[in-house]
C-alpha cells in the first residue's frame, strides 16, 4: 500500500518534530537551571508533564502512520508509554495518598522494568529478517562487540552491583539494581548491531542508538547518585531520560514517514526486506569501520582484565571481559582462514588455467602501476599465425600442448623484470620496463626467432610464427588501454602485411575516415532521440523474483540499424563525449524507472558508468536532482562501475562514490575478477554489489578450478557484507550450481537477453502468470 504524503501532512510532521524538541529543551534548561527547591513549583512540574507526554503523542502518532513494520512500532511506543505510566504513578506517590503510597511506588517500579523488554523486542523486530545473513564472521564481530560492551558497563555498574549482593534488596533497591542491568543487554545489543555492517538500515538509526545510550546512561548516573546520595528528584540526571524518550519518539517518526517508509528508504523498510541493509550510511561491509567496533570491544576487554587484576572487579564483569576474549580469538582464527581463501583466490583469479602465465587480469592489475612509474616502456601483443589450422586438423588438445611450448618458449627469451600474460586463445602480451623502440624490436625478432623453430607434436613437425604489435609509452599512450588498442592496431597491420612485427604509427589507424563520419552522425543521434535503452532482467536465485534490470544502451542507426555499445563507445570516450551519453542514458532509464513506479513495480535500474563520467565532480548533484524531477527514491537506481576507474585514480573514487552512497545510490563493481580485482578497494571504497564476470560462469560447469573461483568469490562478498550477482549465465545447469554456491543474482540470456521495455512488461507479466499457475496447481 503506497502512502500518500501532501505538504500539509509534511507540514504537520515538522511541526509536531520541532514542538518536541522546543518542549525537551525547555525541560532540560529548567532542571539544569532551576534553584534547589524549583521542583515544586507548578511551571516545573508543568514543563515534566510536557517533556513524558511529547515523545508519548508523537510515538503513537507515528503508529498511526506507518504502513510497514507495525509491530516493530507498536512495540517502541509500548516501551515509551509503560515508563510515561511509570512516572506517572511515581509522581503520584509523592502526593499525600495514605496507604497507596507503596502500592503507588510499586506499580511505577513495574512500568519502569518493563520498559527494557517491550524496548528489546522492538529492536529484535527491526533486525530480525536480516539475521539469517549473517554470516560466522560477522556474528562473532557481533558478539565481541556486545560483550565487550557489556563488560564496560558491568564494570562501571560494579558499585551498584556489590549492594544487590548484600542480602535480599527491597523492591525499589532491585528496580535500582535491575535497570541498569537490563541497560547493560541494551548497550551490549545496540553494540552488537553496530558491529555488523549489514545490520539495520537508514538515516534514523543514529537516532534510536542515541535515544537508547541517553537513557542507558541516565539509568547508570541514577544508580550511582542513588548509591552516593548525590540523587534527588528533579536533578539534572533527569534530562537523561528525556532526551533519549525524544530521541526513540523521534526515530520512530522518522522511520514511519510515508515518504520514505513506502519507497523503501526508511529503517521499516529496509529491516522488513532484509536484502537492502547495506543502505545504512557508513555501513558497507567495505572499509575500517567494519572493524572498528569489535577491535574497540576486544581491548576494551583485556582493559577491564587488566583493572580487575589490581581493583578487583565483580565476577560477572571479569565474566564478560573474557568472553570478549574468547570470541574475539576464535574470530581471529576465522578471519586468518579467510585470508589464505583471499590469497588463493587472488593466485587463481590471475594465473591462466592452461600455461600457469599471469593472465589478463594481472596485467590490468601490475602494469598501471609500472607505467605510474614512468620512463620508456613497451607494450607487445603477440597473436600466433594459422593456429587454427591446427586446432581444426590436430585437435583442441594438440592445439593446448602447442600453446603451452609458446609460453615456455617466449618467456625463456624475457628477462626477470619482463612481464608475460596470455590474454586468452592464442594471444599473448609482453610488457617491457624501461624499454624504447630499439629494445621492444630486438626482443620481437628474439621470440619470433624462437617461435620458428619446429615443434614435435603426435609424430608431426611442426613451424609457426607469430604477428606481434608494439606499442611504446609515453609517445603512444601513457595508459594500458590506449596502449593495448595501438598495439593491436599494429598487431593487425603486420599479420596483414605479414611483416612479423611491427610499431604503431598513426597511419595504422585506418579507420580514419569513417570514424570521422561516424561521429558526426553520434553527435546528432544524441540530440535526435536516436539511443535507445535495452533492459536485462537480475532474478533473485533464492526465490525466482525480479527485482532489478541492466539498462543497456543501443544506437538505432538510421542506416546501420541497431548498433551495440562496442560499435560506438569507444568513439564517444575519444570524442569527450562521454558525460553527453551518460546524462540522455540517466534520463532515459529515469523515464522508464518513473513509469514502472507509478505502476508499482518497484525495479531497481543499474546503470554502467564509464571512468570518465565518475570523474565529473558534479554527476552526485546532477543525479539528485533527476531523481527529485521524477519523485524517484535513491533505491531506484544503481552505478556499475569497472575496476580499472578504481585503479586509476583511487582517491576521486572514494570522493564521488561516498557522495553517491550518501544519497542512498548503491554501487556495483561490473565485471569482478576481470580487472584489477584488488582486495584493497573492497575494504575501502562504499560498495554493495560484486557482478561476477561471465568468463567465470561461462567454464562453470565440469571445470573445478572455476568452480572453485566462483564459490570462493561468493564467500568473500558475502563475509563482506556485499550481494554477488553472476553475469552471463546461459544454461540451466550454470543457473543452478550458482543458486546451490549462494550466489544472490543471476542475469544472462538463460534468463532473458536484453530487451525493450515493452518486451520486458510482457515477459515480466508471462512470468508472473506462470508463478500464479504454479501455486494453484
Not at 14 to 22: G, N, P, S, V, Y
Not at 340 to 351: P, Q, V, Y
Not at 565 to 594: C, I, K, N, Y
Amino acid at each position: 500500500m503506497t502512502a500518500v504524503v501532501t505538504p500539509r501532512r509534511q507540514g504537520l510532521d515538522r511541526w509536531m518534530l520541532w514542538a518536541l524538541w522546543l518542549i525537551i529543551a525547555a525541560h532540560v534548561a529548567s532542571l539544569v537551571l532551576r534553584a534547589p527547591a524549583d521542583y515544586v513549583s507548578s511551571a516545573f512540574i508543568l514543563l515534566g508533564v510536557l517533556a513524558a507526554a511529547a515523545p508519548l503523542i508523537v510515538c503513537w502518532v507515528a503508529v498511526a502512520r506507518t504502513r510497514s513494520n507495525r509491530l516493530q512500532a507498536r512495540l517502541a511506543a509500548s516501551a515509551v508509554t509503560v515508563f510515561v505510566i511509570g512516572n506517572g504513578f511515581f509522581a503520584a506517590a509523592d502526593l499525600p495518598a495514605g496507604d497507596w503510597v507503596p502500592v503507588l511506588a510499586a506499580l511505577a517500579q513495574l512500568c519502569y522494568l518493563a520498559f527494557y523488554p517491550l524496548m528489546l523486542a522492538a529492536l529484535f523486530t527491526v533486525v530480525r529478517h536480516q539475521l539469517r545473513s549473517l554470516s560466522l564472521a560477522i556474528a562473532l564481530d557481533c558478539v565481541v562487540g556486545g560483550l565487550g560492551a557489556a563488560a564496560v558497563v558491568s564494570a562501571v555498574l560494579g558499585p551498584v552491583l556489590a549492594v544487590g549482593a548484600q542480602g535480599p534488596p527491597s523492591i525499589s533497591t532491585f528496580v535500582g539494581i535491575a535497570s541498569p542491568v537490563l541497560d547493560l543487554v541494551i548497550v551490549a545489543a545496540v553494540v552488537a548491531i553496530a558491529a555488523s555492517p549489514i545490520l539495520m538500515a537508514g538515516q534514523s538509526w543514529i537516532l534510536l542508538v542515541g535515544g537508547l545510550l541517553s537513557f542507558a546512561a541516565g539509568d547508570i548516573l541514577f544508580a550511582l547518585g542513588k548509591l552516593n546520595g548525590t540523587y534527588v528528584v528533579g536533578h539534572w540526571l533527569d534530562a537523561g531520560w528525556s532526551i533519549g524518550l525524544a530521541l526513540v519518539a523521534t526515530w520512530l517518526r522518522t522511520a514511519a514517514t510515508p515518504d520514505t517508509d513506502d519507497e523503501g528508504t526508511g529503517d521499516g523498510g529496509t529491516a522488513e526486506r532484509g536484502t537492502d541493509a547495506a543502505d545504512r550510511p557508513g555501513a558497507s561491509a567495505s572499509g575500517s569501520g567494519v572493524l572498528a567496533v569489535p577491535v574497540v570491544a576486544t581491548i576494551a576487554g583485556l582493559a577491564v582484565l587488566l583493572v580487575s587484576s589490581r581493583h578487583g572487579e565483580s565476577q560477572v564483569t571479569v565474566g564478560l571481559a573474557a568472553a570478549t576474549l574468547v570470541v574475539s580469538s576464535a574470530r581471529t582464527v576465522i578471519a586468518f582462514r579467510e585470508l589464505g581463501r583471499m590469497g588463493d583466490l587472488a593466485r587463481l583469479a590471475r594465473s591462466d588455467d592452461l600455461t600457469g602465465l599471469p593472465n589478463r587480469r594481472a596485467l590490468y592489475a601490475e602494469v598501471p602501476a609500472r607505467l605510474a612509474l614512468g620512463g620508456r616502456n613497451a607494450l607487445l601483443l603477440l597473436d600466433l599465425d594459422r593456429f587454427k589450422e591446427v586446432n581444426d586438423s590436430l585437435g583442441h588438445d594438440v592445439g593446448d600442448v602447442l600453446l603451452v611450448q609458446f609460453g615456455l618458449r617466449i618467456g625463456a627469451q624475457l628477462g626477470a623484470d619482463d612481464l608475460l600474460v596470455r590474454l586468452g586463445g592464442d594471444e599473448f602480451a609482453i610488457f617491457l620496463r624501461d624499454s624504447g623502440r630499439e629494445e621492444a624490436e630486438v626482443v620481437a625478432m628474439t621470440v619470433q626467432s624462437a617461435l620458428a623453430a619446429p615443434h614435435t607434436l603426435e609424430g608431426i613437425s611442426l613451424q609457426s610464427s607469430a604477428s606481434i604489435g608494439i606499442a611504446l609509452s609515453p609517445e603512444h599512450g601513457e595508459s594500458l588501454g590506449i596502449l593495448m588498442r595501438k598495439a593491436d592496431m599494429a598487431m593487425y597491420r603486420a599479420k596483414v602485411r605479414r611483416g612479423g612485427h611491427r610499431v604503431y604509427h598513426p597511419v595504422d589507424d585506418s579507420h580514419g575516415d569513417t570514424r570521422l563520419r561516424t561521429l558526426e552522425e553520434l553527435r546528432a543521434a544524441l540530440v535526435t532521440n536516436q539511443l535507445v535503452l535495452h533492459y536485462q532482467p537480475k532474478v533473485e536465485l533464492s526465490g525466482g523474483e525480479v527485482r532489478g534490470v541492466e539498462a543497456l544502451v543501443r544506437w538505432n542507426h538510421p542506416k546501420r540499424g541497431l548498433l551495440y555499445p562496442s560499435e560506438f563507445l569507444e568513439l564517444v570516450e575519444d570524442a569527450g563525449l562521454m558525460q553527453t551519453l551518460t546524462e540522455r542514458v540517466l534520463e532515459l532509464a529515469f523515464d522508464q524507472a518513473a513509469v514502472w513506479h507509478r505502476r508499482g513495480e518497484r525495479l531497481t535500474i543499474a546503470v554502467n558508468l564509464a571512468a570518465s563520467s565518475l570523474l565529473d565532480s558534479g554527476l552526485p548533484e546532477r543525479v539528485g536532482v533527476m531523481l527529485t524531477a521524477r519523485d524517484l527514491p535513491a533505491t531506484a537506481l544503481m552505478f556499475e562501475i569497472t575496476e580499472a576507474f578504481l585503479l586509476d585514480d583511487r582517491g576521486r573514487a572514494s570522493d564521488i562514490l561516498g557522495r553517491l552512497r550518501a544519497r542512498g545510490i548503491r554501487i556495483a563493481v561490473d565485471d569482478f575478477g576481470v580487472g584489477y580485482s584488488s582486495l584493497a578497494y573492497l575494504r575501502e571504497l562504499p560498495i554493495d554489489e560484486l557482478k561476477l564476470d561471465r568468463s567465470f560462469v561461462a567454464p562453470l560447469n565440469g571445470d573445478k578450478r572455476a568452480a572453485a573461483v566462483v564459490s570462493s568469490s561468493i564467500h568473500l562478498a558475502h563475509s563482506l557484507g556485499l550481494r554477488m550477482v553472476a553475469e552471463g549465465v546461459e544454461d540451466a545447469e550454470a543457473y543452478a550450481q550458482l543458486a546451490r554456491f549462494g550466489c544472490d543474482q543471476a542475469q544472462g540470456y538463460h534468463v532473458s537477453p536484453p530487451v525493450p521495455a515493452a518486451v520486458l512488461d510482457e515477459w515480466l507479466a508471462a512470468r508472473l502468470t506462470a508463478d500464479a499457475g504454479t501455486v494453484q496447481a
